[in-house]
């Protein structure tokens, strides 16, 4: 088993296998709560050399990068990521690849989830992308004079993910307006 190196602190953990080898890989992410920043990456596998590189290449490519900047990463542009460095993805290894970008993925699944259970019953999560409150995005609003959807998202990053929230973040601010 390769170990990349030991993490202390995950708050994100994500597990693929590939199954034509009886590979797998895990990922361990530690994401800054106070500013929604990837603050640590570590990975481990049983996998061949490709598969190790292609996870190193992964965790330099989200290690001190914003959430909110990763959100929209498709699987094209992860795949392309790895191309660009590995030179050409043999057919035979784009599963160990794909094991990888899922892996990563169910990375932040995980923090999202985690995210989401912590909020049960206590608050109204309205964006479950970066788990921000009803609370936190009417003080935003209150603090800092925000009127648009976009301010709220630079100022606490709610709607600035999938999208689906940004109906309720309007209404939160009509609310607020009126």
């Known amino acids: 088993m390769h170990h990349a190196r030991a993490q202390v602190g995950a ?3 994500g ?7 009886g590979s797998f890989v895990r990922f361990s992410l530690s994401i ?6 990837v603050a640590d990456v570590a990975f481990t596998s049983n996998g061949c050399g490709f598969m190790l590189s292609a996870a190193d290449i992964l965790a330099e490519s989200v290690i001190k990068r914003r959430l909110v900047d990763l959100h929209g990463l498709n699987d094209g542009e992860l795949h392309q990521q790895v191309e660009s460095k590995l030179d050409e993805i043999t ?3 784009i599963e160990c690849v794909e094991a990888c970008i899922k892996a990563l993925r169910a990375a932040f699944a995980d923090f999202r989830s985690r995210q989401i259970e912590e909020f049960r019953g206590e608050k ?12 936190t995005i009417e003080q935003n ?8 959807v976009e301010e709220v998202a630079v100022a606490c990053n709610a709607g600035s993910g999938c999208g689906s929230c940004r109906m309720l973040i309007q209404e939160i601010l009509d609310s607020a307006a009126a």
């Open 11 to 13: 708050n994100a953990v």
């Open 15 to 21: 597990t693929e296998a590939n199954f034509s080898c």
């Open 32 to 37: 800054d709560e106070s500013n929604s920043v």
């Open 91 to 93: 057919a035979g290894r």
């Open 124 to 135: 109204a999560l309205i964006c479950t992308c970066f788990g921000v409150t009803e609370e």
């Open 141 to 148: 609003i209150e603090e800092r004079s925000l009127h648009t």
